[in-house]
Structure formats: structure tokens, C-alpha cells
């Protein structure tokens, strides 16, 4: 077999553990997921009550176009439906961008640790990966504009950043789109922008209208809660959008796909609900740090990465055998670190009572 080069020795993406399989080898009856930072308060209600009264016709291909959805979205955010794309997932917006503008010969520049999947698919791409270190959990976006040549194809923002959950402000952030080449497209993984509450970061929408390099990429699957139907999207000037969407592969969001997220989007007042349970839940984490003398990262997402002083996988392990799913800090890049999903508040109290009692065992806490 003529396999790339590259990809010998490569991995497939390590997902958190699911929870059918921790109930099987653990033995367990109850779960708590706190590991992929899904919303723990699901999908507002209007999408079950579609679903329950709503029938398809699975035989037939979903529109190519997504035209109603489109529509819908870009009502939404103010924008025309040429300026948008859509993917299954943004992790498949990443592949297109990816295919469509990295290989052998040229680099891609990105913040260490963040999202595993940019690096991932430049290599499969045979692209050179420059990657430079986070300054206090957030992009060191002055060292990432030195690592910018004459070579380099794209440049990775993830505000706020997978997976510390540090935002990136506005004023840096227009500062260095303003300086980084005109023929370096930026893409802003904006994954957990419903989330953000930081008062120096505002909607940046309008960013594709001055920087005609830029591509902003967001999702369903984390605030509104619908992971499971694989709906991304990026948004961009209509020009960018014209030269990836060739790269995008034909009916690649489902008839239902494009259904519910018109129905999610009616349902505002469920995610400023979802944001406000969630900032609540943030602060019971935090508090907890502060308590403990635990570092932590100041997020705007619904995770948090907080210090365990102990090995993560240990903690992990004992976690998992208690009944509660996350992601060690080992896998991420950031070890004696965990990262938690904020959950409900009695799932977060049921979380760290039991990280309480392995850090006690660990000789963490006395």
C-alpha cells in the first residue's frame, strides 16, 4: 500500500472514555460525564418537542446547500448566507481548511498546548507545525507572529483556547490580525464563544469585513447542546468562502441536522439560561481551587483546567472508578492538571467531594 508518508506511526484521535464503556469495565450503574465539555443540561426543550412530533424521509439526500439552515444562521449572526460554511462538526471545517491550503513546503503556526486536531491534520498534510507556548494560559500572539514567514499558509487562534479556556481580549487580537500578512489566512476557533463573559471581548463578527483573511469557526455542539447532530460552521468574507467550499464534501450536514439547528436557534433565552447555570457552576470549581490552594485557569468556556498536584492519570483512573469521567491533564499537554466540564451544580459537588478524598490519599491534602 502507497500510504503518506507522514501519517506511519501517526494516532487516531483519543476522545474521552464514553460512558457505556467506564459502566462496563468499572461496573458501575451511574456515570457522571464531565470530559468532553458537552452541555449538561442538553438541548433546549423546543428540539425535543420537534423531534417528538417531527418526521423525515431518511431515503432521500438532505440539501446539498443547506439552504434553510443557512438562512437561519445567517440571520442570526447578521451576516449573508455566502459568507458562511458549514461542516460536520468545525472538527470537519478544520480538515477542509487544512487540505485545502497546507502541505509539503509550507508551515502552520499555532499556540502549544490548544486544540490536538490543527496540528493532526497538518500532518497528514506533510505541512511543517511551528508551534509556540502559551503565556499564562493564553496565546503569546507577539511570538506567534515571529514564527509568520514567507512559507507560512495558517495561523491557529482558539479563543477562548482548548484546553486552558483563556480567552483571547479584543484589543490584542485586532493587533495582531492587523499584522499578520494578507496572505496568511487566520482562523479563530470561536467553539465556546457562547460562553465568553469576559467584558474585553465582544462579538467579532465584524472582523471579516476588515481583515479578508480571517475565518471565524463556531459550533452547536457545546452551548446549545446538540454534539450528537455535527453541525459547524465558519464565517468569512464570501470570497474566502467561495475558494474553501469546493474542498467541502457534498451533503455533508443530514436533513435533521439542518432541521433541529433551526429550531435551536429560536431558543435564545436557553442559552443565556445555560450561560448563567454554567458561570454559577464555574465559580463553585474555582471557589473549590481557592480553597485548596489550586491553581487554575481563568476560562470562558464551560471547563476548567485546574492543578491537582498529583499525577493525572492517577487521579483520572480513581475518578473514573468512582463515577466520574474527565480528562486527564497528561493527554492534553498540561500535566498535574485535569480538565473538569462544568456540570450541574450537584454533579460538580458530587465531583469534588470525591476528587477530595483521592487528593487525601494522594497526600495532597492532609
Known sequence: ????????????????????????????????????????????????????????????????????????????????????IFGNGSDELISIITRALLHPGVNTVMGNPTFSQYA???????????????????????????EIDENTAIVWVCSPNNPTGVVVEDAP????????????????????????????HKDTISYIHDYPNLIILRTFSKAYGLATFRVGYGIANKDLIAKLDPVRGPFNNTGLSQAVIQVALQDQAYIQKCRE???KGKEQIEAYC????LHYYPSDTNFVLMEIKADS??????????????????????????????????????????????????????
Do not use: C
Open 1 to 84: 500500500m502507497k500510504w503518506k508518508e507522514q501519517i506511519n506511526g501517526m494516532k487516531a484521535y483519543q476522545p474521552g472514555k464514553s460512558i457505556d464503556a467506564v459502566k462496563r469495565e468499572f461496573g458501575l450503574d451511574h456515570i457522571v460525564k464531565l470530559a468532553s465539555n458537552e452541555n449538561p443540561f442538553g438541548s433546549s426543550p423546543k428540539v425535543h418537542e420537534f423531534l417528538a412530533k417531527e418526521s423525515f424521509n431518511f431515503a432521500l439526500y438532505p440539501d446539498g446547500y443547506a439552504t434553510d439552515m443557512r438562512a437561519a444562521v445567517a440571520k442570526h449572526l447578521g451576516v449573508s448566507g455566502d459568507e458562511l
Open 120 to 146: 493532526h491534520n497538518a500532518r497528514i498534510e506533510g505541512a511543517e507545525i511551528r508551534e509556540v507556548p502559551l503565556k499564562e494560559g493564553n496565546h503569546d500572539l507577539d511570538a506567534m507572529l515571529k
Open 173 to 200: 487580537l485586532k493587533s495582531f490580525l492587523k499584522r499578520v500578512p494578507k496572505d496568511v489566512l487566520v482562523v479563530l476557533d470561536e467553539a465556546y464563544f457562547e460562553y465568553v463573559t469576559n467584558k474585553n
Open 277 to 279: 447555570e454554567n458561570t
Open 290 to 293: 481557592d480553597e485548596h490552594d
Open 313 to 366: 492519570d492517577v487521579v483520572f483512573q480513581k475518578l473514573m472508578q468512582r463515577g466520574f469521567i474527565i480528562r486527564s491533564g497528561n493527554a492534553l499537554g498540561t500535566p498535574g492538571y485535569i480538565r473538569v466540564t462544568i456540570g450541574t451544580q450537584a454533579q460538580n459537588e458530587g465531583l469534588l467531594a470525591q476528587l477530595t478524598e483521592i487528593l487525601k490519599e494522594e497526600g495532597v491534602f492532609s
